[in-house]
């Protein structure tokens, strides 16, 4: 396990390079979460605080969201929690390749752990084992750590300047739908995309805008449901 | 520092929220790396229901963004949001391309808003 060393080599510059060509994705959905800052009538200090505090994009929208339709807290905060339980998986997934690195080493890769980072970095390990894992994940995860950044502060200046009625805000549910297409790969996971959307929907209504929440549990019953079925 | 300071104070729910899901989110990501060891894995039981959260929580998040149910079936479908969101779906599903499903799906928006029921 190479720890020591530069931290500036080839295997950093590696990760920066395999993660350059997913920035196209990266970028626009950083914008979108800048003006939906704007939209839930908040500004720059609270989108560049989401987005190094929490640091999970599909999260920071929902979270954003709610809190312009003032849902209560506890809502927020839970549908943010449901969205981000994924990487409970990524974690436990990444972890063994990180197990001979010191506490605060996985301490601070852990902040960085993202979908992307987490898919390259783990598909990289898997075929250079000669890698130092460490360099490699951190030039991936700090990257889109940096773009997010810069794209969120972009997105709020943006959000600012252009007119509502061009509806820049309908980019959120375009950017949850090019996530959802790929997400719904197999019968099970299909059920559980289009049973929570039917529910959410018929649920929209429901006090405390418990809709989002409430369809998304009932997709996963559905999902697991099926699975049982279909065994 | 003052800025910051009367952000603070302008939005104190945002803040609460922004800090509180930050630290659970962050407890998520350390979870199994911290652990590993003596934790072997994710308990198949966890694991089952855990695949199916990112397609039901994205529906749950999409749909009622794109369609508002109305007393007639017309009305419900002839909604610009919809039609929209299905080309958009359209280009995700043959690109799985996030900027190209933004860039159509925006603007079929706009022709339809400022076009065709203009």
């Known amino acids: 396990m190479t720890v020591r060393g530069p931290v500036f080599d080839e295997d950093l510059l590696a990760g920066v390079h395999d993660v350059s060509p997913l920035m196209l994705g990266i970028a626009p959905f950083a914008l979108v979460a800048g003006i939906a800052t704007v939209d839930a009538g908040l500004g720059l200090a609270e989108a560049v605080g989401m987005s190094v505090i929490v640091f999970a994009g599909a999260s920071q929208l929902a979270a954003l969201e709610l809190l312009g339709e003032n849902a209560p807290l506890a809502v927020v905060v839970g549908t943010a929690v449901v969205i981000n339980l994924r990487m409970l998986m990524y974690s436990a997934s990444i972890a063994p390749h990180f197990a001979d690195y010191g506490r605060r080493l996985r301490a601070g890769l852990a902040y960085l752990l993202t979908d992307q980072a987490y898919a390259l970095s783990v598909a990289e390990f898997d075929e250079n084992p000669d890698r130092s894992r460490w360099r490699y994940y951190l030039g991936a995860a700090a990257s889109l750590w940096l773009v997010w950044q810069i794209g969120t502060v972009a997105g709020v200046v943006l959000g600012a300047g252009v007119p509502d009625a061009w509806g820049l805000t309908f980019a959120v549910p375009l950017v949850f739908l090019a996530l959802l297409v790929p997400a719904m790969k197999d019968r099970p996971t299909t059920v559980a995309g289009v049973a929570a959307g039917a529910v959410a929907v018929v649920a929209a209504g429901l006090p405390l805008n418990l809709g989002l929440l409430v369809g998304a549990l009932c997709g996963i019953a559905a999902g697991l449901v099926t699975e049982v079925r279909a065994s | ?118």
């Open chain 2, 1 to 118: 520092m003052t800025g910051a300071l009367a952000g603070l104070v302008a939005s104190p729910r945002a803040w609460v929220a922004i800090v509180v899901i930050g630290v659970l989110t962050y407890g998520i990501r350390l979870s199994f790396i911290h652990l590993f060891g003596r934790i072997d894995g994710v308990p198949t039981r966890v694991q089952r229901p855990l695949r199916y959260v990112p397609p039901a929580v994205l529906a749950a998040l999409v749909l009622p963004d794109l369609v508002t149910l109305r007393p007639s079936v017309a009305a419900t479908l002839l909604d610009e949001r919809l039609i929209a969101g299905a080309v958009a779906g359209a280009v995700a599903w043959r690109t799985e391309n996030v900027f190209a499903t933004i860039a159509t799906g925006m603007v079929t928006l706009w022709i339809f808003r400022f076009v065709v029921f203009a």
